[in-house]
Nanobody, 122 residues
Framework: VQLQASGGGLVQAGGFLRLSCAASGSTFSVNAVAWYRQAPGKQRELVATISGGGSTNYADSVKGRFTIARDNVKKTVYLQMNSLKPKDTAAYYC?????????????????WGQGTLVTVSS
């Protein structure tokens, strides 16, 4: 399984971006996927998850602004990010577990994309 993240860039505060995570492999459509982010000098943070069945969850910091969705035909998971804030600046990574439900343990996310950089200017 290979994950390819894209869609990052420079945007002004209040703007929007849509990140994409395209996957190879036959197991993508049934397994849980998550977006993490890591800002410079900070720990990696879980942003949003989507189960194989389509259930979603969000970090409190992005709830109401970000939306995670999946297109299993295209083997792609999206992260729509609206009302962006400077504190959203980070490298964003998509990752896939080998189970349908969202794992509690981050170590259960097996496959990782290379990351895409989001920079929000004030």
């Amino acid at each position: 399984v290979q994950l390819q993240a894209s869609g990052g860039g420079l945007v002004q505060a209040g703007g929007f971006l849509r990140l994409s995570c395209a996957a190879s492999g036959s197991t993508f459509s049934v397994n849980a996927v998550a977006w993490y982010r890591q800002a410079p000098g900070k720990q990696r943070e879980l942003v949003a998850t989507i189960s194989g069945g389509g259930s979603t969850n969000y970090a409190d910091s992005v709830k109401g602004r970000f939306t995670i969705a999946r297109d299993n035909v295209k083997k792609t998971v999206y992260l729509q990010m609206n009302s962006l804030k400077p504190k959203d600046t980070a490298a964003y990574y998509c990752t896939q577990a080998m189970k349908s439900w969202v794992p509690r343990d981050p170590l259960e996310y097996v496959y990782w994309g290379q990351g895409t950089l989001v920079t929000v200017s004030s």
